[in-house]
DNA sequence: AGTAATTTGTTCGTATGTATC
DNA sequence: AGATACATACGAACAAATTAC
């Protein structure tokens, strides 16, 4: 459901990060495809600033999720089993 | 006249909710627009700290003269009849 | 080959949230 | 009450590489 909730205390782009990893779990998105690019996205969560879908993008960076390529993308990597 | 009195039975808080209240009723802050900034605020009144510029906005928000929408800005509500 | 559209990278300015001293 | 620091958020502008046609 993109929509953010202004009442959460979850940050907007933690929700973002939290739909993405959702649909990625989902197999809606799955390893090898891209995820959709910081403009759709932004649309997808309108209010939100294209600013605040990097910092997602990035957290799920930081969380192993997905790899970005400069200036191609950003892809759904491998699962990867973390000990 | 943005000017803190030091020597008043008024808190300092008490003093800037004022100001910014007869500057609604005023009408040179009207419904849907945004109150100045923090930092505005705390250069019109020199010497104050943020900490009590944010506690004269709360009191104005507790007073339903205002919204803050977080980390955008803090708006004039409408009128509301509080019978 | 060449141009336009797309996508990420970078930076600036302004605003509030939270915490610490 | 004041001072400082850092984080998140929105908006905007521009740069650079890639892709599509």
Not at 36 to 48: A, D, K, R, V, W
Request: cysteine-free; glycine content about 6%.
């Amino acid at each position: 459901m993109p929509e953010i909730d202004r009442t959460s205390r979850l940050y907007p782009y933690e929700q973002i990060a939290a739909w993405i990893t959702h649909r990625i779990h989902n197999g809606d998105l799955r390893p090898g495809m891209p995820i959709p690019s910081e403009t759709t996205l932004q649309q997808e969560f309108p209010g939100t600033a294209r600013t605040t879908i990097r910092r997602a993008v990035r957290h799920l960076r930081d969380l192993g999720l997905v790899e970005t390529l400069p200036r191609r993308g950003t892809y759904v990597l491998p699962p990867q089993d973390h000990q």
